[in-house]
């Protein structure tokens, strides 16, 4: 009997790398369990998991949104409804009887692309927000829009030869799912300098790169707002961004899962390419990504989700149906997840006070956590912030010594994760290095999240490590 | 601008088939969008859902555990402890307490490979049912079997020529996830003159027709209790395949999620491959897979379930979290669900009662109609059925005349697509047909689940459909 080998497997899987729960994370959960000891000999008291956009975990806890739950679980138990009325508000014992009635019990599979009332509901959620109709048989429910983007890449690599487009800083789900399905990924570079712009023309010079190469791109990401970055499209680039996909028969694949993480909403709004494809009457193939886990609701451990389907035809949807057939339905829990999020208690109902200001104390935590963080963090010699105005995170820019890149090389490490490694060693902070999202050569960066209560203390933390760690290896 | 078309798709995705969620399901269900008409004009007034194990849904209405949602309601709104002490049981509130103090906010992403104490608990049920030790670590929950089983090919297909052994007949989601991995199945025949045994020849006569194709078989699939022929493999038989995975150097896909879905344990007892393997001192590397879908929890809707592995070397394991962490973690509800599922109430809880005697029905209902339904089957004409002991589901087989045939043919359809469908036009029931499964050719057979709670409305139906068909094609 030959042992199953790494090397037996599939090839394709061994080039996958995913940094957000990578070495840091592994490592992070290593000091996690030896912090339960006794007597752990760590200079720290608790790991503070800034590698993920994760607000309710332990350490954080975010609450999650009242509403929200009192649905939930009444969807769990529907007689509790009658067993203590009194303890849900009238409006979330009516809302939980309707959703009843449409989908019956939650523990049977739904429709594979979710239950065609809550479907209608998100197309309801998309007309007002965009001004435009929604088709409810082009929405898929998912189970978080990660389940989405990979289906989407799974069908549209059809040759080693096929590329897709994708902005570096990027999320590296993009780069994990093109590697394991061998799709080839066209990096195009965001501009640091403009707040980490997106320029048509950088995307230019990485197609000429790719047909140059004989990769044919089939898409281009977007991930607006932007991650790591948080940066906001405006609309005249969106545009632009449009009339690109025309000019080279892509198809848009438009992240927008930060859509409601807006720090600066009157200077730096969100706009949908759904709606500006609608505008101007474009006919890209467009596909949009949106998720519970993010905005304020935060409930990322449903996994819940959509993606809308603009300008796809009716044989490619068919296509798109049997596949999420085979994998049966969405979790029901984030199902119902995404129609609490697309329909939240109207003013005038008993649970919108609650709700209102639980949202309002949650968008206004993070925009001003964000905005300190950046602030103190550009005072930090070598280091430069761009200040965020959207999702949930910073993007530093780090310069690093040619000492500390040296001993980095030397321990067998890229000098940002030395960087990252050192700092969770010294404070039990888990960033994620610049190397797994992409910059340019020779710069540095991290990405960590902005979801920590204590900012005092937090950011104390990280200014105290890196003036020590800057001392030790100089400027 | 070129439309997006099929054409310019990955080419594997066309070539996959899931007859389960197929041409049948979607014309059930426009049928049942079509009763809600005022006078929709057809022959039966509610379409009865037979094509796949759905215990819950709406028509067939098993009633989930009480235990179950309860204690998923307080894991949603944890306050309601407080707020509604009373109307839960004190065991109830003590296990949601205890799973708060671990997990924290359900809201959370978990550990990719699903909450450490969960598995701890998995691993313990896994113990106690086999009498050998099994490892957290080696433990990964998923949402419900089927993402298992795909991470497994996906990682198992190294090359176009690498092939997996699946029974035929067969559950599709694996000839579905080869074709969309680009691997080759390996069909091996099941004896249905022997209640769909599973035989070592036949599959070494399978074998070497792969090698002599030079398709390198890469691992075993073996579904037991058989889905969907509902047939439990005897130890000495089970000793012998893991002897055959030895001698060809073969992964063991072990489908086990129908083990508590037992209609003559006595004479049909289920026995793991993990507790074979372990017995007989293998080296055989092992994925079990199980799943909150089926028993009698039938929680499908949550996308709950676990595989374990054995043998399987450390570098393997690692590679398997690397890519579930791509997809972040597992629902929640579905993790919870699983340690509902392991963690039963015990004698003498306030729970324990009520939570055997739902199980206790659900298991001999299950039972009795599939005993009915198989006699009954079987004093048709021309129809034969083993008395499935096991899963949820009979797989009659039925003769088609020569006439049948033609008809069916002319239609474009395959004669037994072509029975099935007339079916659900006469009755408003959907079941699958045999070719979505497979099936010697000649062969003509259909799935359809014993979920349904009228049995003698139910087979009634089909039994009036049958002889009528027969009226109308002759034998």
């Known amino acids: ?228 970055t948080g940066a906001l499209l405006d609309e005249a680039t969106q545009i632009k961004l449009v009339h690109l996909c025309e000019k080279y028969s892509l198809v848009l694949l438009a992240d927008e899962v930060y859509q409601s993480n807006l720090h600066k909403p009157d200077q730096y709004p969100f706009t949908s390419f759904k709606k500006i494809v609608r505008k101007i009457d474009s006919h890209v193939p467009l596909v949009s990504f949106h998720s519970i886990s993010k905005g304020v609701s935060g409930e990322c451990g449903r996994r819940g989700g959509y993606f809308e389907c603009v300008n796809i035809s009716e044989p490619v949807i068919a296509l798109m149906y049997k596949m999420v057939s085979v994998g049966l339905c969405p979790p029901l829990s984030g199902q119902i997840g995404v129609d609490s999020m697309v329909r939240p208690p109207n003013p005038g109902e008993e649970s919108y006070e609650l709700w209102k200001q639980e949202t309002d104390t949650t968008h206004q935590a993070l925009a001003s956590r964000t905005h300190t963080m950046a602030e103190r963090l550009n005072s930090l010699p070598g280091v430069s912030c761009v200040d965020s105005p959207g999702a949930l995170y910073l993007y530093p820019q780090i310069i690093l010594s040619q000492k500390a890149q040296e001993v980095a090389r030397a321990a067998g490490k890229e000098p940002d994760a030395f960087y990252a490694l050192a700092l969770l060693d010294a404070t039990g902070i888990c960033v994620v290095p610049g190397s797994g999202f992409g910059q340019k050569k020779g710069e540095w960066h991290y990405r960590l999240t902005c979801l920590c209560p204590g900012v005092d203390e937090y950011v104390g933390k990280l200014e105290n490590f890196h003036k020590s760690f800057v001392e030790k290896y100089g400027l």
């Open 1 to 228: 009997m030959r042992p199953l080998t790494i090397e037996s497997l599939n090839p394709a899987l061994l080039k996958v790398e995913y940094a957000v729960r990578g070495e840091l994370a592994i490592k992070a959960e290593q000091y996690r369990v030896k912090l339960l000891d006794k007597d752990p000999g760590l200079p720290f008291d608790r790991v503070i998991s800034s590698n993920i956009g994760n607000p309710q975990q332990k350490g954080l806890d975010q609450p999650p949104i009242t509403f929200v739950r009192q649905v939930a679980a009444l969807m769990e138990w529907p007689a509790l409804a009658d067993i203590a009325p009194d303890a849900f508000p009238k409006d979330v014992i009516a809302r939980a009887k309707e959703l009843y009635a449409e989908i019956g019990s939650i523990g049977a599979y739904s429709h594979s692309q979710g239950v065609p009332y809550i479907r209608k509901n998100v197309a309801k959620f998309i007309e007002d927000r965009d001004g435009y109709l929604a088709d409810p048989n082009h929405i898929f429910l998912t189970g978080g829009a990660s389940v989405g983007v990979s289906l989407l890449i799974n069908m549209l690599i059809s040759s080693p030869t096929s590329g897709i487009l994708i902005p570096i800083p990027q999320y590296p789900l993009y780069t994990a799912t093109l590697a394991q399905h061998n799709g080839v990924p066209i990096p195009y570079y965001l501009d640091e300098a403009q707040g980490w712009g997106t320029s048509v023309e950088e995307i230019e010079v990485a197609l000429d790169k790719a047909h140059q190469q004989n990769v044919v791109p089939k898409a281009l990401v977007i991930i607006n707002p932007g991650n790591p």
